[in-house]
């Protein structure tokens, strides 16, 4: 490993990139006046193409472990870190109009691009106290942007469940970081493989370790034991803020999970079964809850529990099914796609949320609808739509994995999920009698072509999935 | 050529969409001519067919998409799916020509029944598994908005309760596609490959798992019984060339899988099952019949006379799979199963139609407010005959041919069944008559008196369907030379490798 030494910069780029960008944002917004901070929004948004540009130049290169064996410059990285710029792309876009009125309208994008920069670091990161480290930033950065209207009280108490469900979890991540630590000496990940594969771990206090490590990230995967807070941020955050949080940390943290329990030797401490009993228990409760939701944004929220327990049956056959790494990149980028759309049709149609308000929409504003029909169907898997692909590879890598059951439980958990998605189709597309023709106001232009991006991207994302799974087939987890 | 046959009504679907300033006379023209151009490229396919030919299937394309996972756009025909492609054309052209209450979203209607056009004839025309799947639920969403917006009665419940149902249906399927999937070597979904292989020839208890849930969620979809309860609500709440297209080509879809899929890629593995599955279709033969025989609402009983009817086709093609008996019996089975679904296609569909017209005129489905329509309407009196005859399985009508081959076929194999089977025919016939006498005969009420016959288009419609049951009554050699071959091949193909 040649980078090994190294202290390659260039390979740190796309996360510099937003780091720079939002240092940029903070000063412009700090020295304009307020009419002019609206070019915040295309500063950050330029900072974000520099950092996919970048991203991708890297993709070119051999993947490896860089920056002294801190950073894996791998394809999943890569995958992570253009699905994370692509939703904060959509979200500096939904946010735009949507926080013209605030006072603090032009350092929002900072606090995205920040937010983004930590959930790429937890992608890439091939060390535990980068984990941490990432995990802090995309924490105390999603915590702002929860609770940015702070006159809301919805917003506010989102932002606190939030705060303080993460200040917990954070605490424990780093107990099982720290715990880890003691057992092997090192923080690099290369180097704990290495060292629990040549010693004998206590089998006990790697297990309390692994299982710490596991529910810090669960925070912000939105799994099964500290998913609480999704719902909230989902229903009470700006809407902008919603759609980013629920999809962006969610992408970071599943890598990291995957990553840490990667160098674990499965007979010391069999984290299969355990992550597998976590995806099957996020699944089920987030699609139970999910069934009786009156609030589109909640609902959305108890699907994003659920969509995590699917991505976590990649993480479980890790190692298992060659399928697995790309399965799970696939899946969070086609999640991510169709997260973004439906919660950037509530942004477009200016936070209408109750579903009583969606009915017999499609004839009023047949574009917007049609967006989150494609958005929830993807949701759903119904092909040939991103998260059809996404379940696909996801199933075959679990069967591929001797994980059938969990395939056969995530099957069950798709035909009710089914059920509380048509519940918001439904009524958009067979009411028409006794309601009023009240107009339904849009919230500008950039919301509008951000929901519409998504939504094409969603069925993009479905139809190219040869060339995106030719690349991903052979993308593994380094270390 | 096959491509273009499946892509030109989603075109037309999307040129529906975007045009917003068709009035209904365009968009009725844009669709039909949409429609109808995949029927004339099937009949040059059908006129190109070589029904001698010993490939398993022909005019084949082969495109990559997905080539990771050895998914393609690979499209072809055997006498088959060319056959069951050639209905769906027909029955499409003829479900866009009849009219129907619009609820004043022609454009909408039309794009819907095209989308689903293109779903059900890429369904029959695709010869790579991952991409049936793809066009099975496809078919799902089509016909949910269909029922849904244009329905009537609880049709929202109708059509959540269909999409619901046979999704799950087809995600347990999908997971027996994976299994086949994952024991091919190189891993590919083509199906080709799948029927040469037979990845699951090794038996035990994956194997059977596989199989049954491919069966089961093709069953659904059949369907028999007992995941059969989501076909009545859908059939009666959804307007009448909907119901046709469900009855005609939809239902088409699960006993088509069966003999593409389990039958001809698991060979062994679908012998173990024949016997219980044979008995399931038996039991929808005969339950299907006599629930239908208590019903009084005119679109239930048509509707369950389906599930009779596709019982008799499981039947055959159960038959066709056993290990056991005569080979030339087996053969003459799945001819049998593939002429039934022709010959339900056409009659049933024709019968939904006319149900159709009727709720068209009085918004009402039960037979005992009817009576003495045949002096008003003698032309829906003579197609609703026609076609009730043809289903009750008269000698000289489609219905005949199929059923024949099809007991003749059990009876070399499994004499106790086709026994039980014939229970079915008896019911099926005395619940057809008993439907005609209430319609048709005795006094007109003068509530009636003014009931409106036939218009132009649903009889040319009407004529048309009920001409091909009449051609291929007494003269089914035309369809049999296409047909029969392929039934050989098929069987042939699995044993051969298996």
């Known amino acids: 490993m040649n980078g090994m030494d190294a202290l390659a910069v260039g390979h740190l780029g796309p996360e510099l990139a937003l780091v720079v960008g939002a240092v940029v944002v903070l000063l412009t917004a700090a020295f304009l006046p307020r009419r002019a901070q609206w070019v915040t929004t295309p500063l950050a948004l330029v900072a974000v193409a520099v950092a996919a540009g970048w991203s991708l130049w890297l993709a070119t290169l051999e993947p490896t472990l860089t920056f002294m064996g801190d950073w894996a410059l791998d394809r999943v990285t890569t995958g992570a870190e253009l699905t994370v710029l692509g939703v904060a792309a959509a979200t500096l876009a939904l946010a735009h109009t949507w926080m013209r009125t605030d006072p603090r309208a032009g350092e929002h994008p900072a606090v995205v691009l920040f937010s983004a920069a930590g959930a790429m670091v937890l992608a890439g990161a091939a060390d535990t106290m980068e984990i941490v480290v990432g995990m802090l930033l995309v924490s105390v950065t999603g915590y702002t942007m929860a609770a940015y209207h702070r006159r809301s009280a919805a917003a506010v108490e989102a932002g606190m469940k939030y705060f303080l469900i993460g200040a917990l979890t954070n605490a424990v991540l780093l107990l099982g970081v720290v715990l880890l630590f003691g057992m092997t000496g090192t923080t690099s990940l290369d180097g704990t493989a290495t060292a629990l594969a040549a010693g004998d771990p206590d089998a006990v206090v790697l297990l309390v370790a692994v299982a710490a490590i596991g529910v810090g990230l669960a925070f912000e995967i939105g799994a099964v034991p500290a998913h609480a807070w999704v719902p909230d941020v989902a229903q009470g955050a700006p809407a902008p803020a919603a759609a980013f949080l629920t999809v962006a940390p969610k992408v970071g943290a599943a890598v990291a999970l995957g990553r840490v329990l990667h160098v674990v030797p499965v007979d010391a401490v069999d984290w299969r079964v355990f992550v597998a009993l976590l995806s099957a228990a996020t699944m089920t409760l987030g699609n139970l809850a999910a069934l009786w939701q009156g609030d589109l944004r909640r609902l959305l929220g108890w699907s994003s529990v659920s969509q995590a327990g699917y991505a976590l049956m990649a993480v479980v056959v890790l190692g298992r099914s060659p399928l697995a790494p790309g399965a799970l990149i696939f899946f969070l980028a086609g999640y991510a796609a169709a997260n973004v759309a439906a919660f950037g049709v509530v942004v477009a149609l200016r936070g209408r949320t109750s579903l009583d308000d969606y009915r017999a929409l499609a004839a009023r504003r047949p574009a917007h609808v049609a967006v989150l029909v494609v958005a929830l169907l993807s949701l759903v898997g119904i092909p040939p739509l991103a998260g059809f692909v996404g379940k696909l590879t996801l199933f075959t890598a679990a069967i591929e994995g001797g994980y059938g059951w969990l395939a056969v439980l995530a099957v069950a958990n798709t035909v009710v999920s089914l059920f509380y998605y048509l519940r918001v189709v439904g009524p958009m597309y067979f009411d028409d009698a006794g309601v009023v023709d009240e107009p339904v106001p849009l919230l500008g232009a950039w919301a509008t072509t951000a929901t519409v991006v998504a939504g094409l991207a969603t069925v993009a994302v479905g139809l190219a999935a040869g060339p995106l799974l030719d690349v991903l087939a052979s993308a593994h987890l380094l270390p | ?498």
């Not at chain 2, 006379?25 to 009949?43: D, E, N, Q």
């Open chain 2, 1 to 498: 050529m096959l491509t273009f046959a499946i892509i030109i009504p989603l075109f037309g679907a999307i040129a529906l969409v975007a045009l917003p300033s068709l009035d209904e006379r365009g968009s009725r023209v844009l669709a039909v001519v949409a429609a109808t151009l995949p029927l004339a490229l099937l009949g040059v396919s059908w006129a190109d067919f070589d029904a001698g030919g010993d490939a398993l299937f022909q005019q084949v394309t082969d495109v990559d998409w997905i080539p990771t996972l050895g998914v393609g756009w690979r499209v072809g025909v055997d006498g088959i799916a060319l056959a069951l492609a050639l209905l769906t054309a027909v029955l499409f052209v003829a479900a866009v020509l009849y009219p129907v209450d619009l609820r004043g979203r022609h454009r909408q209607y039309r794009a819907w029944l095209l989308f689903l056009q293109f779903a059900s004839l890429g369904l029959f025309l695709t010869i790579d598994l991952l991409v049936f799947y793809v066009f099975f639920d496809l078919s799902l969403v089509g016909m949910y908005f269909l029922i849904g917006r244009w329905g009537h009665g609880d049709a929202r419940t109708s059509a959540l309760k269909f999409f619901l149902y046979t999704l799950a249906g087809s995600l347990v399927m999908l997971l027996g596609f994976l299994v086949l999937y994952l024991g091919t070597d190189p891993l590919t979904f083509d199906m080709r490959e799948l029927i040469a292989q037979q990845p699951l020839a090794g038996g035990g208890a994956r194997a059977t798992f596989a199989v049954v849930a491919i069966l089961f969620g093709l069953a659904v979809k059949t369907p028999l019984v007992p995941v059969h309860t989501w076909l009545p609500p859908a059939h009666v709440d959804a307007p009448g060339p909907a119901s046709a297209i469900l009855a005609g080509v939809l239902l088409k879809m699960g006993t088509y899988g069966m003999l593409r899929i389990p039958l001809a890629m698991a060979r062994d593995t679908f012998a173990d099952v024949a016997l219980p599955l044979a008995v399931i279709a038996v039991v929808s033969v005969v339950y299907g019949a006599l629930v239908a025989m208590g019903q009084t609402d005119l679109k239930r009983r048509i509707a369950y006379t389906s599930v009779n009817h596709m019982g008799y086709a499981v039947l055959g093609i159960a038959v066709a799979g056993a290990a056991v008996g005569p080979q030339a019996a087996r053969d003459l089975a799945i001819t049998g199963a593939v002429v039934e679904m022709v010959a339900h296609g056409l009659i049933t569909g024709a019968l939904f139609l006319l149900a159709g017209s009727v709720w068209r005129r009085t918004e009402d489905y039960q037979l005992d407010h009817y009576g003495g329509l045949a002096a008003p309407a003698p032309r829906l009196a003579s197609a609703t005959t026609l076609a009730a005859f043809a289903s009750l399985g008269l000698p000289g009508l489609a219905g005949f041919v199929a059923e024949f081959q099809i007991f003749v076929g059990t009876f070399a194999v499994y004499p106790v069944l086709a026994g039980v089977a014939l229970l079915g025919v008896l019911i099926t016939a005395a619940l057809f008559l008993q439907m005609l006498q209430q319609l048709f005969f005795g006094e007109t009420p003068d509530r009636l008196a003014s009931f409106a016959d036939l218009g132009a288009h649903e009889t040319v419609v009407l004529a048309a369907l009920l001409a091909l049951v009449v051609l291929i009554g007494v003269w089914p050699t035309w369809l049999l030379d296409v047909v029969t071959p392929a039934s050989g091949l098929l069987l042939d193909a699995g044993a051969g490798a298996g």
